[in-house]
């Protein structure tokens, strides 16, 4: 078997490689990145680097599992739709791919490119498996006092967990066409997570929370897209608790109590 994971010189990929070391030899990984020269660490340890970009071309060929990695900028359906046909020309048998929970149904802005994405998978025929990540622990860490998540909980995981979900799902047996939806064990709230370190939560307006971001210098995408999930978890969008992860890994994942204490 051979592993092929995108996006290896990203937060997650980097973690999804050390995870799927523990599991099998690095002869049996490949990684695809934009810029070799950032993976030189990977090939010191055996692993094939391979150069690729989603949007000019990558080659999978001689992959039997794929972890496709979600790009984080850029248009990411068409980016992500040709590196499915990448995967389907080089007769890949499954494709992983790392989307966001509730991926079908989620209001949420940025759940449309990963919906996009999921069902491109699916019109291949090649067998799949969704790890629909909730957010990571690291995005509210540190902790910021003023957020427009109202009194709304969010069930957050560790981007390392959900790495180590990622690895036991592409060399494990039984995960083809499933979907998981990757939570954390327990749904906070920002009053809560402040408390932990003695601060307190003031929620304010959306328009507010943007025009703040944008004052710390974020382009107003950006801020618009970061006030969309903020909104969201003020609705009650990331606010289910699922158990797939603690399946997955076979123990808690960790809290964000941990993660705070950690850092
Ligand atoms: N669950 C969450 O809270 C959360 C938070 C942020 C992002 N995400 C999503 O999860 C993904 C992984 O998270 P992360 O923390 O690892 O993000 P990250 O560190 O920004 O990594 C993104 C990776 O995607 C690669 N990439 C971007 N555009 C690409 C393209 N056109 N072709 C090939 N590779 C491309 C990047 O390559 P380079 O290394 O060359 O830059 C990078 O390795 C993100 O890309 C985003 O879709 C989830």
């Known amino acids: 078997m051979k592993y092929l994971v995108t ?3 990203g937060h997650l990929g980097g973690l999804v490689v050390k995870h799927l070391l523990n599991r099998v030899p690095a002869t049996d990984v490949i990684v695809s990145v934009r810029d070799p020269q950032r993976a030189q660490n990977l090939a010191a340890q055996g692993i094939e680097v391979r150069q690729g970009d989603f949007d000019t071309g990558v080659d999978f060929s001689g992959a039997n599992a794929l972890l496709l990695i979600s790009a984080d900028s850029g248009d ?31 209001p949420v802005g940025l759940a449309a490119d990963h919906k996009a994405t999921e069902e491109a998978i699916r019109a291949t025929g090649i067998p799949f498996t969704f790890l629909r990540n909730g ?3 690291e995005n509210y860490l540190p902790i910021s006092p003023t957020t427009a998540t109202g009194e709304g909980r969010i069930a957050t995981a560790s981007r390392d967990d959900l790495a180590e979900a990622a690895a036991i799902a592409l060399t494990g047996e039984g995960h083809e066409n499933k ?16 408390t932990l370190v003695g601060q307190t939560h003031h929620p304010i307006p959306a328009d507010e929370r943007k025009a703040a971001l944008e004052g710390f210098g974020l382009p107003p995408e950006v801020a ?3 006030v969309d999930i903020e909104v969201n978890i003020a609705a009650g969008t990331f606010n289910k608790v699922h158990p797939d992860l603690e399946t997955l890994l076979g123990r808690t994942p960790k809290t964000i109590e941990e993660a705070v204490k950690e850092l």
């Open 76 to 106: 990411r359906v068409t980016a992500h739709r040709k590196a499915i046909e990448a995967a389907r020309t080089a007769g890949v048998s499954r494709i992983a791919y790392t989307s966001v929970t509730d991926a079908d149904t989620s």
């Open 224 to 226: 618009a897209l970061l």
């Open 179 to 194: 979907t998981y939806e990757l939570t954390g064990p327990t749904a906070w709230s920002f009053a809560e997570l402040n």
């Open 135 to 137: 957010m990571y622990h």
């Open 7 to 9: 996006g290896a010189t």
